[in-house]
């Protein structure tokens, strides 16, 4: 389709699917396709000139809010592949046994992996997360400690100096951290710089870091690096990554971990940081 395509052309449906991204911040195919009656490959046409307009990005099965610098909306992230960070959640809970300490950082499939922790046993959890911590709060055999520092109104995420500074106390055992993109060289990416700021401390002060991240993330762009692959010890995310990210996993001995309704399968042994 040519370039000379503009948002004036867009007919009633595409204006519609547009003010469905904008507001759940992704779209589906087949949902679309079921809302407005139409067949898929109809809706796929639709979203690849949205795409070629620059509206939107196309993932599998469907489309993302186009954007670069600034994120989507706390209600717009945590509905977005919201089947998938349940899973990923799940598996990246059964790789933190009870009687540990933790780090549960930002980020709405942190918040996933909080709530499939509440039956267990002797830990100690601190977040920056004031969700996590409301998760946790009445759990009698977890113990839960809050960062100190500035709180979002957006989400409830801690940020500033203040909780670098109390996460630089602790050396904890396993660090859950999320990202809002992930480069295909192996690079970790988020929007805010206070954010940034905190994650690279809890990853400097975790033993373990378990990095969960749904495969849109492959799919968008952040400006601000977190970290390298190489300073995560687990990635669980829900579909195989391309071949050249998988084998940066392999080379810096990342266990890659594919999160399924069916099980969870680590496709890269893992080694420790520092073997």
Do not use: W
């Not at 490959?41 to 639709?46: A, F, K, P, S, V």
């Amino acid at each position: 389709m040519s370039a000379q395509v503009n948002a004036a052309s867009l007919n009633p449906r595409q204006k519609e699917i547009l003010n469905h991204a904008r507001i759940r911040g992704e779209v589906q195919v087949e949902q679309l396709a079921e809302t407005f009656n139409v067949t898929p490959q109809t809706i796929r046409r639709d979203l690849n000139q949205l795409r070629e307009l620059g509206l939107l990005h196309r993932v599998h099965g469907g489309a993302i809010v186009h954007d670069g610098v600034s994120n989507l909306g706390y209600e717009a992230r945590r509905r977005i592949s919201s089947e998938e960070k349940e899973v990923i959640a799940h598996c990246a809970a059964q790789l933190i046994p009870d009687d540990t300490s933790l780090f549960i950082n930002i980020g709405t499939t942190t918040e996933q992996v909080a709530r499939h922790l509440v039956s267990r046993v002797g830990l100690l959890v601190i977040s920056n997360n004031i969700n996590v911590v409301n998760t946790l709060r009445e759990c009698e055999t977890i113990q839960v400690m809050t960062a100190g520092g500035i709180v979002r109104r957006e989400d409830g995420g801690i940020v500033g100096d203040a909780t670098v500074d109390f996460i630089a106390q602790f050396k904890v055992d396993f660090a859950v951290v999320g990202a809002s993109a992930i480069e295909e060289d192996g690079t970790v990416l988020d929007y805010d710089p206070r954010e940034v700021r905190v994650a690279q401390a809890i990853i400097a002060n975790a033993r373990s870091v378990i990095l969960v991240a749904d495969s849109t993330k492959f799919e968008r762009n952040a400006p601000m690096r977190i970290t390298d692959i190489s300073n995560i010890d687990y990635f669980v995310t829900d579909r195989m990554p391309a071949p050249a990210f998988t084998a940066i996993c392999r080379e810096r001995g990342v266990t890659l971990v594919i999160a399924a309704r069916s099980g969870c399968n680590a496709m890269v042994d893992h080694r420790k940081r520092g073997d």
